[in-house]
């Protein structure tokens, strides 16, 4: 029997229907909630069986078994919890919350309800990410020590500075928006969580540009073009813009491993390059999808060489970011039907939040480190666990 799906916020990553709209093959989309008239008139052509509506509490009534919360990031943390209260089960696309209260609350209700709670970090699921988490665990660099992220976001003004993600009111940071996803990955490849972080950043570019207005009824593909360059030329910007368009980002994590993270968002070209240094070598990619490379260094070299062995970036089916949109869902229908353990981790979604809101802080202030806040272990007990309670010491010996 299919899983009834609900939509909460039919925007750009709606886009996901693809995949768990399935009828007769384990899911289908029954209902779909949104403010905007436009997206719900999307919602209508696109998905014509499925019941339409503005109201959260009709579509938590309507029988849906779970929601995928794909809002503008602001919303995520109220309407998931309002979902897991009801005894809904939760997607909830990246990042987790805007606020650490709210990503820490969202954990606290998933454990309270027992809802089941899963977060859209679908890198986790993207083949340059896989393969270089496989070379660090089959022990080709040995122990990892540090990481660097350099990513370059050559659709930054089309994507981040003409709607709400210019806001910090709805996203805290594009630090944080955009990099929930690179801090995650960093830290799964680290196998570490961030303890500290400082940071720099500047409206650099687009706080300067006067050419501003409300694109509220339309959508990004209305007005994104490779054509719009250089970034200084772009017009109808977002009337607010007060997050950065360019960030740095230092971290010290568990285990006294070093990491750093840069972002800048009026680069020509689009792509991540993380390299990943360890005791008996280094990886570094080049390229971030199929057709790519990842290039590993393990023996010593005078001065620049060639990489010692170069492994490609596997091939992926014809789904979203590479094929991790199709894996992404598969594994959330799955831990839905039966749950389970995921590669994804609200516990490390959190992690990731919590690093990208404190280095927002810093770099807002005087960038001097901030602490990371430690989980309450319970919780992270109960995520490490499948999100099943685990039993006291005592009954277990018992029994």
């Not at 709606?14 to 403010?35: F, N, Y």
């Not at 309800?113 to 660099?141: D, E, F, W």
């Not at 393990?298 to 001065?303: I, V």
């Not at 319970?378 to 010491?393: D, M, W």
Request: glycine share 10%.
């Amino acid at each position: 029997m299919d899983l009834n799906i609900g939509i909460i916020g039919f925007g750009a990553r709606a886009s996901l229907r693809k995949e768990v709209h399935r009828p007769g093959e384990g899911s289908r989309v029954t209902a779909v909630c949104d403010p905007s008239e436009r997206a719900r008139d999307d919602a209508r052509r696109l998905l014509p069986e499925a019941f339409i509506t503005d109201s959260l509490d009709e579509l938590l009534a309507s029988g849906v078994d779970a929601v995928m919360v794909l809002t503008p990031d602001h919303a995520h943390a109220a309407i998931s919890i309002r979902a897991l209260e009801a005894g809904v089960a939760v997607f909830c696309e990246k990042p987790l919350a805007i606020e650490l209260s709210d990503a820490d609350a969202m954990l606290e209700t998933a454990r309270r309800t027992g809802s089941r709670l899963y977060i859209g970090h679908n890198m986790r699921h993207m083949p340059v990410v896989t393969l270089m988490r496989r070379l660090i665990q089959q022990g080709r660099i040995g122990q990892v020590k540090a990481i660097w992220c350099r990513h370059f976001v050559g659709h930054g003004g089309d994507f981040y500075f003409k709607d709400w993600h210019a806001d910090r009111t709805r996203t805290t940071s594009l630090l944080l928006q955009k990099g929930a996803h690179d801090i995650d990955v960093i830290h799964w490849l680290a196998g570490a969580y961030t303890q500290k972080v400082a940071a720099m950043g500047e409206l650099s570019v687009y706080g300067d540009i006067d050419d501003r207005r409300d694109r509220s009824d339309e959508r990004m593909p209305d007005w994104f073009s490779v054509d719009n360059w250089p970034p200084t030329a772009l017009t109808g910007l977002h009337p607010t813009i007060d997050v950065e368009d360019i960030s740095m980002v230092n971290m010290r994590l568990d285990g006294g491993i070093l990491a750093s993270y840069q972002q800048c968002h009026f680069t020509p070209d689009y792509w991540r390059n993380y390299t990943v240094i360890g005791t008996e070598g280094r990886i570094e990619n080049f390229g971030d999808t199929s057709g790519g490379v990842v290039k590993l260094w393990n023996r010593r070299h005078r001065g620049y060489s060639e990489a010692d062995e170069v492994f490609p970036i596997e091939s992926a089916p014809d789904a979203g970011h590479d094929g991790a949109d199709a894996l992404l869902v598969a594994e959330f229908l799955r831990f839905v039907r039966d749950g389970g353990l995921t590669e994804t981790s609200p516990v490390a979604a959190r992690e990731a939040v919590a690093a990208g809101i404190l280095a927002t802080q810093s770099l807002r202030g005087d960038g001097s480190a901030i602490e990371v806040p430690e989980l309450d272990p319970a919780l992270i007990a109960y995520f490490e666990n499948g999100q099943v309670e685990t039993e006291p010491a005592s009954l277990t010996a018992a029994g």
